[in-house]
């Protein structure tokens, strides 16, 4: 298992409120604000797309996006054209048959629009917001474009079956679908990050080494033999490319086990102590208090309400 894997698998992300939308002619609609990332993908015709304040972005049939923070996030037939908040009242007064339906049918040819919004555990969102470029936009001439399709025509189907294991199905759907666009954007983001740190391979084999083994006292001296790496090199690059000295890195990765630990309830604090390399419950508290703001058992309780 790669460090990807470690990190999207610790986000237990999941689909809900899947849907689509045909427009024809003139048209311009704003998604509402919501609580993840979204993923879209145009499935016939083309328009034209902008997330929040950015620039309007081309695109068509057999494009895939996702969009990490959508509050504003719009497609519109032209540049220029006026958009509608598609909210609860206009989402009635279009729905046809399951499936929004704006402008007029009679001009031009259909452009079909499937979207949905991820979800994912919000213990350690925050890693997801670092991970992620702010969008996405894979197009159909890629050649990763036609497996994303796939993923997401698998998603759109098991969502809409909701029959048993759906749940489990569509988070380990959604898993590969984040980490083929993840690990496919890493290489040519131009800040620092884990995702960029995981698209570097002598990083990315000492980041698998702290994740594998969590628990060990790793020294940068290990890690630098890890990454094949003299020891003042794989510090400077570490530091550079993740924004993060190598033993902060280890303590951020080991609180967000401890997080999600607490959060789902999996172990007393002896034993989550001990998994992530701490001799006792007290040294455990200590760290985690000083790095989160409160003790384990005050996050758990106030996770579990």
């Given at each position: 298992m790669d460090a990807f894997t470690d990190v999207v698998q610790l986000l237990r992300p999941k689909t809900v409120l899947m849907g689509s939308m045909v427009a024809h002619g003139t048209w311009g609609v704003q998604v509402p604000p919501q609580p993840g990332p979204m993923l879209y993908f145009i499935t016939a015709g083309q328009c034209w797309f902008r997330a929040g304040g950015g620039a309007a972005l081309q695109v068509g049939a057999g494009d895939f996006i996702l969009s990490a923070r959508p509050v504003m996030d719009t497609f519109f037939s032209a540049p220029g054209q006026k958009t509608v908040l598609s909210d609860d009242g206009f989402k009635a007064r279009h729905m046809v048959d399951g499936e929004i339906h704006i402008g007029d049918p009679h001009r031009g040819d259909a452009t079909r629009i499937l979207g949905g919004v991820i979800l994912c555990d919000p213990t350690n969102a925050e890693l997801l917001a670092e991970m992620m470029p702010r969008l996405v936009?894979?197009?159909a001439e890629d050649g990763i474009g036609a497996r994303l399709g796939t993923l997401v025509a698998l998603i759109r189907g098991e969502a809409a079956l909701a029959g048993p294991g759906s749940a489990l199905i569509l988070s380990r759907l959604i898993e590969v679908l984040l980490i083929e666009t993840l690990r496919r954007e890493a290489a040519t983001l131009p800040h620092p990050g884990m995702l960029r740190g995981l698209a570097d391979p002598q990083l990315a084999r000492a980041l698998a080494d702290i994740h594998a083994h969590v628990s060990r006292d790793w020294t940068i001296a290990e890690l630098a033999q890890k990454a094949g790496m003299s020891r003042s090199a794989f510090a400077r690059r570490f530091s550079e490319?993740?924004?993060?000295?190598?033993?902060?890195?280890?303590?951020?990765?080991?609180?967000?086990?401890?997080?999600?630990?607490?959060r789902h309830r999996q172990g007393t604090l002896e034993e989550i102590a001990e998994r992530i390399g701490y001799r006792s419950a007290s040294a455990f508290s200590t760290a985690f208090s000083r790095k989160v703001g409160c003790p384990p058992s005050e996050f758990a309780r106030s996770a579990a309400a």
């Open positions: 936009h894979v197009s490319a993740i924004g993060l000295p190598p033993v902060e890195y280890l303590l951020r990765w080991r609180m967000a086990i401890a997080k999600d630990a607490l």
